[in-house]
């Protein structure tokens, strides 16, 4: 029986068998798609709030902390960042994978 959706060859054996990928541009190949963008997103906030666990230390052995230092918003900045790529970011995508497959 062939396969519920249009495959490639498999791209790799597994012990479990054969990983078969979806054909480019087929609404399977674009869901997989926006889940691996979203699992990126996901890392690159990670990645911003690693950056501010590690810079915070840093800020904090500022002596001139009380003048108008830009580094001293980076911080804040970089933990909204964060939160607008791994909410907002990952919502656009996922509304953008849902229009492209209606559109097929």
Do not use: N
């Not at 519920?4 to 068998?17: E, Y």
């Not at 926006?34 to 990645?47: H, N, P, R």
Request: charged letters at 15%.
């Amino acid at each position: 029986m062939p396969p519920s959706c249009p495959v490639t060859p498999p791209a790799h054996h597994t012990p479990a068998g054969p990983v078969w990928m979806p054909l480019s541009g087929s609404a399977a190949f674009l869901r997989q798609q926006a889940e691996l963008d979203c699992t990126t997103l996901v890392q690159v906030a990670a990645y911003l709030r690693q950056t501010v666990w590690e810079i915070t230390p840093l800020l904090e052995t500022l002596y001139f902390k009380a003048a108008p230092l830009a580094v001293l918003e980076c911080c804040t900045t970089l933990e909204a960042l964060a939160q607008e790529v791994e909410q907002d970011d990952v919502q656009t995508v996922a509304a953008r994978v849902r229009e492209q497959v209606r559109a097929l």
